[in-house]
Structures are given as structure tokens and as C-alpha cells.
């Protein structure tokens, strides 16, 4: 006789901190819809199974170099995982499915990151179901089409004078917007991740009220299911479990909680994107100069010793740092954008912080490193106009005007404004707008092709 069938699902995240964290947050997610849940993971930035106790971790040898996983360049790291990872994920997955035959299980599909693009012809050949899911926009996805269309029709390389004309279909993004306008080895990553249709689907992490003619016009050009089931953070809420990779220190919420209301910047540029030591002097002057609060996430690794950096600094710039500022190595993100105190954030766009953001109605200033970047700040400042455009020069007097742009000008209050409407949009969306009917429509289209 049967037993009764569980359904399990397989998640596969790669070792990026802005990665990890959305695929968690998913994992939790369908756990709460009564899925169970496998996660492997690469052996270096791994998850820690003790903060996610219903859910089987694999750490996996992927055969990634020293010299590779510390270099910390996304494309290069993404490239290799896409050769090597092709061998232990089937080996796994052939074993979770003689595993799950055994405990009366089922593996209902395999959910992989989109930039593991290689594991869906694996998924294929074990006769599984494969979903992707892309941590990015989904008009950063978008771009992706653009581009193809582009190499199809003979229109490459795209020139350098090209870059401030707008993209004709992509409005009001221009081509340096282009997360591959020059990078070569992005746009080889590029054409292979849009030539796979993972057999479910696409899980967005994102809001339709947000982007809704890209979703439509993905679902459009690319023919498979979406569900932008997003902001992902947001839905996970109830688990506050941490899968940060640096330890957050929490001391900057008791200093925050010392601050005027909406009084504080938030600078941080996630956990990829730096600034030199020459640059953060830059900033450190331009914060003390603008005279307002901050609170400023320096990575471990950023400079090679802090004290002694900020020791080299002239008086009343350290003067101001102690006054007006907090300096961590790690925040609570979350929790810092959702504090009252905090008036603005100062970021590099990476989408996890754009959507933190946008959900607790803080506006941000925009300083795009790489990457899909670029296309998040042009969506913040053209599209939601909630981001402040400035001219990304990094020179005391030019941070100083853009801070005191955001935080102390009119331009900047009707910023924080359009933010708290569009924080409301976003919660009716989650509740049981958008993104809720999404979900459900997720859940429903596993369990239809596991009966
Ligand atoms: C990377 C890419 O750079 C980004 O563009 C892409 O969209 C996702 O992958 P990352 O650069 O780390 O991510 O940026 P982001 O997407 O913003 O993710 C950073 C995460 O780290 C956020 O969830 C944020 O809350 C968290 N964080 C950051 C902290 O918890 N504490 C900090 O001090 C800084």
C-alpha cells in the first residue's frame, strides 16, 4: 500500500550573499505552503543550518579555485559553477529521488537560481520539474531579450557613442544602462541563461504594481510562466532567522533609536560593490560637510584598518563622524530601513536593497556599481521616482550636495512622499493583491504536475 506522499522540493542557490538570501526567503515560503525542503548549496558562503532547522542543507563541491572564490567577480564565479556544477547536482538529485522513494516522498521540482542556467537540461534528463529564479527586476531580465534580439539581428557590438541614447523598447533606459553594455563575458552569460525554459517557470522577486508592463512583456517574448511572488523578504517575514554572511551588529539600532525621526542616512553598498580607500575619504568629508546623520556599513575587507584610516582624517571630519555618525561592519538591513529614524539610503541599487527600500518607504540616493545595477537606479529615479540621479563623481563637494538633495530639500520630501505611497501599493500586493494570487497560483502549478 502507498504511503502518504510528501512533496519536497530542491533549491539551489549559488554562493552570492544577494543570492542566497532571496532563495532562503523562498524556501521558507513554500515550507509554510507544506512543501519540504532540500537546499544544496556551494561548501564557501553557505547558509547556516542552525538558523533553518526544517530544512535538509547539502554543501556541494563545486571545484571552484582559492584564488576564484575570493576574487569575488560574480561573472567569472557564475561562468565556472555553470561548467562544474552540471556533475554533483545530478549526482544529488539522483540520490534525493532514491531517497525520496524510500521515505514516501515525492521531488516535486527542482528551483534553481537563474544564473545556474545549467542545472535545468539536469532537472530535464531526471524527467523533473525545474523552475528558475531570477533575483533580479524583472525589466533587468528584459534587457537580457534586448540584447539577444540584438545579436540575432546583426546589431553588435554596441558602440560607445551609442551610450546615453535610449534603448527604443527599454525607455527611459539608455544603453550604458545595459547590465552587458561592456562586458563581454556578461554578454556570453547573458544568451545562455535566456536560452533555457525552465518546465514551470519563472519566480520573479518582484511586484507587478512595480513592473508590470516588463512582466507582461517577458511573459510575452520569453513564453513560460511567471510569478513575480515578490517582495520575497516581505512574505518570509514571520522568519527572522539571519543568512547573513558577515554577523550583524545589532548596536546600530540603540544608536538609532537616539536620532530624530527620518534624520538618518543609510549608506551601504551591499555585499559585493566598494568604494577605494581615496573614495571613502571623499565620503567621510562629504557626510561631515552636508551635516547630517549617518549610519555607514563598512565591510570587513574594505580597507585594511579602519581606526587607523579614520585616525589619518583631519579633525573636525573625525569630529563629525563621532558626533553625527555610526560606523558598523554589518547592519540589520532590514531592520535599519524599517526604523523611524532613517530618512534616506544611500545605495548601490543591488535589487535586494532596492525592494528593502521601496517596502519601508525610503528614498534612495543612487550610485550604481554594476551589473543589473544600473537598471534598478534608472527604474528609481525615471519610473517610481523615488531614487535622487546625482552625478556619481566621487568628490566631497559633489556627496555633499546630493546628500543635502535627499535629506534636507524639497526634492527629497517628495521623494520619501512617492516611497510611502508606493510602500502601501506594495503591502496591499502582498496581503492579497498581486502578489498573494501569484503565490498561489505557484502552488498550484507544482502540486498539478505531481498528482
Ligand atoms: C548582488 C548584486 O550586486 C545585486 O545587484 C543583485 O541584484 C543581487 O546580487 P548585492 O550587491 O549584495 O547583491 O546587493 P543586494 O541585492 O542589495 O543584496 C544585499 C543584501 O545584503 C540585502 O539583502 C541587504 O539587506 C543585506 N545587507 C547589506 C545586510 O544585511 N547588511 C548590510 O550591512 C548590508
Same mark, same amino acid.
Given at each position: 500500500?502507498m504511503g502518504i ?6 533549491l ?7 543570492? $542566497?538570501?532571496p532563495m ?6 513554500l515550507?509554510s505552503?507544506?512543501?519540504f ?7 564557501f558562503n553557505?547558509? &547556516?543550518?542552525s ?15 582559492d ?12 561562468a565556472t559553477l555553470?561548467k ?5 547536482i ?10 525520496a522513494?524510500?521515505n ?5 521540482c527542482?528551483?534553481?537560481d537563474? !544564473?545556474?542556467?545549467?542545472i &535545468?537540461?539536469?532537472? /530535464?534528463e ?5 523552475i528558475?529564479?531570477r533575483?533580479?527586476s524583472a525589466?533587468?531580465?528584459?534587457t537580457y531579450?534586448?540584447?539577444v534580439q540584438?545579436?540575432t539581428?546583426?546589431c ?20 550604458? &544602462?545595459l %547590465?552587458?553594455?561592456?562586458?563581454? &563575458?556578461?554578454q556570453?552569460?547573458v ?5 533555457? /525554459?525552465p518546465?514551470l ?5 518582484t511586484?507587478e504594481?512595480?513592473e508590470?508592463?516588463s512582466?507582461?512583456r517577458?511573459h ?6 511567471f ?7 516581505m512574505?518570509?517575514?514571520?522568519d527572522s532567522?539571519?543568512s ?13 533609536k537616539?536620532?530624530?525621526r527620518?534624520s538618518v542616512l ?6 559585493i560593490a566598494?568604494?577605494?580607500e581615496k573614495?571613502l ?5 562629504g557626510?561631515a560637510?552636508?551635516k547630517?546623520?549617518?549610519?555607514w556599513?563598512?565591510r570587513?575587507g574594505?580597507?585594511?584598518d579602519?581606526?587607523?584610516? !579614520?585616525q589619518?582624517? %583631519? ?7 563621532a ?5 558598523v561592519?554589518?547592519a540589520?538591513q ?6 523611524q529614524?532613517?530618512g534616506?539610503?544611500w545605495?548601490h541599487c543591488?535589487?535586494?536593497?532596492t525592494l ?7 528614498p ?6 554594476f551589473g543589473?545595477?544600473?537598471?534598478n537606479?534608472? $527604474?528609481l ?8 540621479e ?6 566631497r563637494?559633489?556627496?555633499?550636495g ?11 520630501k517628495?521623494?520619501r512622499?512617492?516611497?510611502l505611497k ?15 494570487d501569484?503565490?498561489?497560483r505557484?502552488v498550484?502549478?507544482?502540486l498539478?504536475?505531481n498528482?
Amino acid at each position: 500500500m502507498m504511503g502518504i506522499q510528501r512533496h519536497r522540493l530542491v533549491l539551489i542557490p549559488p554562493p552570492f550573499q544577494g543570492h $542566497l538570501t532571496p532563495m532562503l526567503q523562498l524556501a521558507t515560503i513554500l515550507h509554510s505552503r507544506g512543501f519540504f525542503i532540500t537546499v544544496a548549496h556551494a561548501h564557501f558562503n553557505s547558509p &547556516d543550518p542552525s538558523n533553518h532547522p526544517n530544512f535538509c542543507f547539502l554543501p556541494l563541491f563545486y571545484g571552484l579555485s582559492d584564488t576564484q572564490i575570493s576574487s569575488k567577480n560574480v561573472v567569472d564565479i557564475t561562468a565556472t559553477l555553470n561548467k562544474k556544477c552540471v556533475s554533483p547536482i545530478k549526482e544529488v538529485l539522483v540520490d534525493q529521488i532514491e531517497k525520496a522513494n524510500i521515505n514516501h516522498e515525492k521531488i516535486a521540482c527542482v528551483i534553481y537560481d537563474g !544564473l545556474m542556467y545549467s542545472i &535545468d537540461s539536469v532537472a /530535464r534528463e531526471l524527467k523533473l520539474p525545474s523552475i528558475a529564479l531570477r533575483t533580479t527586476s524583472a525589466t533587468n531580465f528584459l534587457t537580457y531579450h534586448a540584447f539577444v534580439q540584438r545579436q540575432t539581428s546583426g546589431c553588435l557590438p554596441f558602440q560607445d557613442s551609442m551610450s546615453l541614447d535610449l534603448v527604443p523598447e527599454l525607455e527611459p533606459l539608455r544603453f550604458k &544602462d545595459l %547590465p552587458m553594455f561592456n562586458s563581454g &563575458d556578461m554578454q556570453k552569460q547573458v544568451a545562455k541563461t535566456i536560452a533555457v /525554459r525552465p518546465s514551470l517557470g519563472v519566480i520573479c522577486n518582484t511586484v507587478e504594481c512595480l513592473e508590470e508592463e516588463s512582466l507582461y512583456r517577458l511573459h510575452q517574448v520569453y513564453k513560460v510562466s511567471f510569478f513575480p511572488i515578490g517582495p520575497l523578504h516581505m512574505i518570509a517575514e514571520e522568519d527572522s532567522s539571519s543568512s547573513s554572511f558577515v554577523e550583524e551588529d545589532y548596536s546600530c539600532i540603540g544608536w538609532l533609536k537616539n536620532q530624530p525621526r527620518k534624520s538618518v542616512l543609510y549608506v551601504s553598498l551591499g555585499s559585493i560593490a566598494s568604494w577605494e580607500e581615496k573614495e571613502l575619504t571623499e565620503v567621510a568629508w562629504g557626510l561631515a560637510n552636508s551635516k547630517q546623520r549617518f549610519l555607514w556599513v563598512i565591510r570587513p575587507g574594505t580597507i585594511s584598518d579602519v581606526s587607523e584610516w !579614520l585616525q589619518s582624517l %583631519p579633525k573636525h571630519v573625525r569630529e563629525a563622524i563621532a558626533e553625527k555618525g555610526c560606523i558598523v561592519k554589518w547592519a540589520p538591513q532590514g531592520e535599519v530601513l524599517a526604523h523611524q529614524g532613517v530618512g534616506g539610503f544611500w545605495s548601490h541599487c543591488g535589487w535586494n536593497s532596492t525592494l528593502e527600500s521601496l517596502c519601508e518607504g525610503v528614498p534612495i540616493m543612487c550610485q550604481p556599481h554594476f551589473g543589473d545595477q544600473r537598471v534598478n537606479a534608472r $527604474l528609481l529615479s525615471h519610473v517610481w521616482k523615488v531614487g535622487l540621479e546625482w552625478s556619481n563623481v566621487m568628490e566631497r563637494d559633489e556627496i555633499e550636495g546630493a546628500v543635502r538633495r535627499l535629506m534636507v530639500n524639497p526634492e527629497g520630501k517628495e521623494m520619501r512622499q512617492k516611497a510611502l505611497k508606493l510602500k502601501n501599493e506594495i503591502k496591499i500586493a502582498v496581503k492579497d493583491g498581486s502578489s498573494y494570487d501569484a503565490l498561489n497560483r505557484l502552488v498550484k502549478s507544482i502540486l498539478s504536475v505531481n498528482v
